[in-house]
């Protein structure tokens, strides 16, 4: 899924960086923050688990919808861990929301780069954040978890170094006063690759039937995030840049003002790490049982040879 998902940033990034060509940078950020509400209304008023829709009225099927969305939330507060978990989430999709929606125009403003410069600043963000999945899949987690399997929560503990090692590279984004910087500091969006492992962790110590519920809470609060992000991220923008500066210009390029937004992005960033380092290990012996006013989805149960379904019809 992660792939997927990894093919989708790809694409939003180009498509940003085509249409901000176009429309300018406020009209880029409006379009993000647009595309996030209508994922977020996806989320909630799509078809729900609980609910199998074939004669259904609509106004059932959201009152469905936010009654899932209740329930994730019951279960997704009813634990210090998963709370924990939950804020780690919004801020780490805030922050990338914020970097991923300005990583082309800042370097415009700051630089003055064209178009070949920004597709090899995006091309590194984009290898970075699937390197970054990589490592953290396949070497990180096995490498913390160790053969003798004596460290709790190694998921964790492989995104607290994931972090940190990104975090020396938002510095140096937060300083960048030759183009070079930006380009080298651009490793640090590798970040987003823990966005899989976060949403893993929030449902991997609860009953598969309760999975669902919270997932889809999750996903509402990350468009949340996301649109949050891009908002807080341009007035972080507009709040350091001068549009007086010419692009390339020697005053634009020494302003430490101007990377006001990788000071923000950094600080989320860390506020993650913290989080993750502090959170408290999962109990999976309370979460088996499942919660008697949660509402199992349909499960399709194959007929007998002597059956008759419903209508006369196998």
Known sequence: CWGFGLFGSILGVVSALIFSSVSGIRGTIAADAGLAFLLLCRVIFGLPETVDGSDVALGDLVLATLSEQRQGMAIVFGSPRRRALLAASFLSHAASAASFSL???????????????????????????????????????????????????PAEVACVCLIGVCLPFWILLGVAMEPWMGLVGLVATACSAVFPELRALLTSDLHVNLQGFVQGFLAT????????????????????????????????????????????????????????FLVPAGDTSASAVLPADAKKPPVATPLLDDEEPVGGKK
């Open 221 to 276: 609060v990350n468009s949340l995030a996301d649109i949050a992000g891009a908002v807080v991220g341009i007035v972080f923008y507009e709040f350091g840049v001068d549009d007086d500066v010419p692009h390339d210009s020697h005053r634009a390029r020494v302003s430490v003002r101007a990377n006001g937004v990788w000071h923000l992005v950094f600080l989320l960033q860390l506020a993650v790490a913290i989080i993750l």
């Open 103 to 153: 990583l082309a125009y800042w370097s415009v403003f700051k630089f003055g780069f064209g178009l070949g410069l920004q597709s090899v600043g995006i091309l590194i963000a984009v290898c970075s954040v699937a390197a970054g999945v990589a490592s953290l899949q396949l070497w990180l987690v096995p490498y913390v978890k160790g053969d003798a399997d004596d460290t709790k929560r």
